[in-house]
């Protein structure tokens, strides 16, 4: 079965703190990592797809980097708008199902 | 612009009753998915369908039950025995794995259910 565990939980940055948060990943042959971001009160909002280790991908103040067991989304500068909860999924070449992880909550305080 | 959209917004259900929550999408997508969503406890799978006229059941299914009649419509229905079903609702779709799942999910932007 595909896990994924997202870590920390909940973080709280001053404006133009750079901080990184945390996917691990245990799947049967990875096919796909995603990243979306969720509003409150909204339904999550695609940012990434990653492939294969080594890989990254970047958008705004936004990158994120993939191994073979974990990915980060690493927050560069982060303004308040960037707050937000970030949920990290997997798809395995054994599923047709995305494995989501619990999110990241990110708040940023000017 | 293609999407997905679920009605109601917010919607009250009173003891004892169902209710039908909408999704519908224009994406073409062939996947749709019902998630249950609670403070702390991440997306929980309620039910999903691969192809029209057939669907799953997920992890947490007692207590709801769904159609899909249409390619682009995947209702579900909170029904009377959901002992617990305030919560926010989002319906997502995707193409198949291998060939059209290059951003995963696309999902709605729910209907938060409250019992009163």
Redesign the interface.
């Known amino acids: 079965e595909d896990q994924v565990t997202q870590s920390p939980e909940a973080l709280r940055l001053q404006e133009g703190e750079s901080s990184s948060l945390n996917c691990s990943y245990t799947v049967s042959g990875l096919?796909?990592l995603?990243w979306?971001r969720q509003d409150p009160?909204?339904?999550?909002?695609?940012l990434f797809?990653l492939y294969s280790a080594g890989e990254e991908k970047e958008k705004e103040r936004l990158k994120a980097t993939l191994t073979k067991k974990e990915s980060f989304l690493h927050i560069t500068a982060p303004k308040p708008e960037d707050s937000a909860t970030y949920?990290c999924?997997v798809?395995g070449y054994g599923n047709?199902?995305?494995a989501?992880?619990?999110?990241n909550q990110v708040v940023v305080i000017p | 612009d293609g999407g997905i959209t679920?009605s109601p917004k917010y919607l009250f259900r009173k003891e004892g009753q169902n209710v039908t929550l909408s999704c519908e999408q224009n994406l073409n997508h062939d996947?749709m998915?019902w998630y249950r969503q609670d403070p702390?406890?991440?997306?929980r799978?309620i039910y999903?369908s691969?192809i029209v006229n057939d669907f799953q059941k997920g992890d947490i299914a007692e207590g709801y039950s769904v159609s899909r009649e249409k390619k682009e419509s995947f209702p579900l229905t909170v029904t009377s025995a959901q002992k617990n079903p305030t919560a926010?609702y989002?319906c997502?779709s995707s193409g198949t794995?291998?060939t059209d799942?290059?951003?995963?999910?696309?999902?709605?932007?729910?209907t938060?259910l409250t019992v009163v």
Not at chain 2, 40 to 43: A, N, Y
């Open positions: 096919r796909g995603f979306y009160g909204k339904g999550p909002e695609f797809t949920l999924a798809l047709n199902r995305l989501f992880g619990k999110g | 679920q996947a998915y702390g406890q991440g997306l799978l999903y691969q926010f989002l997502a794995p291998g799942f290059n951003y995963g999910y696309t999902f709605g932007s729910g938060r």
